[in-house]
């Protein structure tokens, strides 16, 4: 976990949303002072979405909030989004439970009650098994699922699970980790 020196700082990192560190997917969350280093924590990660061809009279802050919601809780806007510069999509921040499936469209009502579809895209998401509504491995990977594959996977499953609960270590060299603080921010791993 890093102080930023200004808030700008901050918000640089978070606009990245998403950085890939060893091929990984690195999630950086704005610490809030409820928020605690458990495996609790990960029920909820921020992710983007992208919401291609939504209409621009949508693109006000409380539209794109509205929107949002229908995925998660909103949390911030595209820097591009916001200056509603001529882009096919409006790209917010949205923090979504990790039980449940993201959705692939959202319904909503515009202001002539017309029932509108929009359809909602995502930068990354994390593999969520089907089976035991666990993240971090799919269906074919379960080993609730398939116990009998216990011993084939075990070795890659109890890494998973191992990085999974602790969620902050960097093991694969200070190096790196330097590199990534350099940016500030509160970034950790999530698999
Ligand atoms: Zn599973």
Request: proline share 4%; net charge positive; charged share 30%.
């Amino acid at each position: 976990m890093v102080r930023f020196n200004s808030e700008e700082g901050k918000l640089e990192v978070l606009q990245g949303g998403i950085y890939h560190f060893d091929n990984k997917p690195l999630i950086v969350k704005a610490w809030t002072p409820e928020m605690e280093f458990s495996k609790e924590e990960l029920l909820t990660i921020p992710i983007w979405i992208k919401l291609p061809g939504l209409d621009f009279k949508y693109w006000s802050a409380r539209g794109l909030s509205k929107i949002g919601s229908l995925v998660g809780k909103p949390l911030m806007v595209d820097k591009q989004t916001e200056k509603k510069l001529g882009l096919s999509y409006a790209r917010l921040l949205v923090e979504v439970n990790v039980g449940k499936t993201l959705l692939e469209e959202v319904l909503f009502r515009n202001e002539k009650g017309v029932v509108i579809t929009q359809s909602v895209t995502y930068d990354w998401r994390p593999s969520l098994c089907d089976h035991c509504h666990k993240y971090g491995h799919d269906k074919d990977n379960c080993r609730k699922l398939h116990p009998t594959q216990q011993h084939v996977d075990e070795t890659k499953e109890t890494k998973e699970e191992d990085k999974m609960q602790t969620n902050a270590r960097f093991d694969k060299g200070k190096e790196k980790v330097q590199e990534i603080r350099k940016y500030g921010g509160n970034t950790r791993r999530y698999q």
